[in-house]
């Protein structure tokens, strides 16, 4: 069912000034394990193709997606690979490292193991100290980001301090929500596009994507380029902005989009990261350029996004932050509408889920 609810203001102070798109999500619909394990391949999941004009939905795979789109569409990905950020300290804990700041601190989430997974924990302190893997002492220093249920990313810093990617190579494992029992190799968490190791957790809208359906896209005339975004950790989303992230978006890339739009061409984001960081690269006037560095870039309805005709992306929580940035893009009517299409079609959620397509 999609239902509204009512207007609020996060724990943080952000104040929304509107309702976010709240419903219930029957718990059968999460995917706690990858399409291969049910023996599919990745471009075998559900696709639900939506319109704004016209607000019409249809239900198809992964593998349509070259008969979906047009010739000379320009499709742009997120080629950040996924790193194993959670870790295991003194006394039972497990650390999410969502990143690290230019400045050196970290970012991270205090949980507790359960099966093979993990469960928040609520009575963190300031100045709290864990011992990690390698001889890294970290103490948590302050609260930085809260959810609806309280502190939720704290800052940190490890002594001595260590470059976190080779590190949490080292050391780390992917990052698993809930008392699942089942584990899965750090490659199932990677991208067809991954090449820069750098996000917390999987930038899970191109997880659908095969060596073939690339293929396939490239021969049917649709061109494909890739940016960067370190994503954070995202789950528990409800009332929480989403934090800083590294993002790069490269000369040739922003040429081909400036390109694309002149001509007329349509521009499709393979997911939210690929939004918010060619967001974080408009100039005055609207154009994409080369940029990188930290962003803090929130994109709202009120905000709205400017650079991209279509958005490929997966199914999130309900009043996840996510939704705001889609329904920006795509309008509250065709969010609810989608929504409640995936539900009736018994579509999945979460990394391991299917798949949403929104174009004009």
């Known amino acids: 069912m999609i239902a509204a609810t009512d207007d609020r203001t996060p724990a943080d102070g952000a104040v929304t000034g509107r309702r976010p798109f709240d419903f219930t999500l029957p718990p059968d619909r999460i995917a706690d394990e990858p399409i291969e394990a049910r023996g599919g391949r990745r471009d075998d999941g559900?696709?639900?193709?939506?319109?704004?004009?016209?607000?019409?939905?249809?239900?198809?795979?992964?593998?349509?997606?070259?008969?979906?789109?047009?010739?000379?569409?320009?499709?742009?990905?997120?080629?950040?690979?996924?790193?194993?950020?959670?870790?295991?300290?003194?006394?039972?804990?497990?650390?999410?490292?969502?990143?690290?700041?230019?400045?050196?601190?970290?970012?991270?989430?205090?949980?507790v193991p359960c099966g093979a997974g993990s469960h928040?924990?609520?009575?963190?302190?300031?100045?709290?100290?864990?011992?990690?893997?390698?001889?890294?002492?970290?103490?948590?220093?302050?609260?930085f980001s809260h959810s609806a249920d309280g502190v939720r990313l704290w800052t940190a810093v490890p002594a001595p301090q260590v470059d976190r990617v080779p590190w949490l190579l080292?050391?780390?494992?992917?990052?698993?929500?809930?008392?699942?029992?089942?584990?899965?190799?750090?490659?199932?968490?990677?991208?067809?596009?991954?090449?820069?190791?750098?996000?917390?957790?999987?930038?899970?809208?191109?997880?659908?994507?095969?060596?073939?359906?690339?293929?396939?896209?490239?021969f049917a005339g649709v061109q494909l380029a890739t940016v960067t975004l370190h994503t954070g950790v995202s789950s528990g989303e409800?009332?929480?902005?989403?934090?800083?992230?590294?993002?790069?978006?490269?000369?040739?890339?922003?040429?081909?989009?400036?390109?694309?739009?002149?001509?007329?061409?349509?521009?499709?984001?393979?997911?939210?990261?690929?939004?918010?960081?060619?967001?974080?690269a408009v100039d005055s006037n609207g154009h994409v350029r080369a940029g990188s560095g930290w962003t803090d870039v929130v994109i709202t309805p009120d905000r709205g996004a400017q650079t991209v005709d279509g958005l490929l992306t997966?199914?999130?929580?309900?009043?996840?932050?996510?939704?705001?940035?889609?329904e920006a893009f795509a309008g509250r009517a065709l969010l609810e509408r989608s929504y409640a299409a995936a539900i009736d079609g018994r579509y999945l959620w979460h990394e391991f889920g299917d798949f949403h397509l929104m174009l004009p």
């Open 46 to 111: 559900l696709l639900l193709v939506a319109r704004r004009d016209g607000g019409r939905v249809d239900h198809r795979r992964m593998a349509d997606l070259p008969a979906v789109l047009r010739r000379g569409d320009l499709m742009v990905a997120n080629d950040s690979a996924t790193l194993p950020a959670a870790v295991r300290a003194t006394g039972g804990s497990l650390l999410h490292v969502a990143t690290a700041l230019a400045d050196g601190t970290w970012l991270v989430e205090v949980r």
């Open 238 to 280: 409800s009332g929480e902005r989403p934090h800083p992230e590294w993002f790069s978006v490269g000369r040739r890339v922003a040429a081909s989009i400036r390109s694309a739009r002149r001509a007329g061409r349509r521009v499709i984001a393979v997911g939210t990261t690929v939004v918010r960081a060619l967001e974080s």
């Open 120 to 143: 928040p924990v609520p009575d963190v302190t300031p100045r709290q100290d864990f011992t990690l893997a390698g001889g890294i002492r970290l103490q948590v220093t302050a609260p």
């Open 170 to 218: 080292r050391h780390g494992r992917p990052i698993r929500y809930g008392c699942t029992g089942r584990r899965w190799p750090l490659s199932a968490y990677q991208t067809a596009f991954a090449r820069r190791p750098g996000s917390a957790e999987m930038p899970s809208a191109a997880r659908g994507f095969t060596a073939d359906l690339l293929g396939r896209l490239r």
């Open 314 to 326: 997966g199914w999130h929580e309900p009043q996840a932050s996510h939704l705001d940035l889609i």
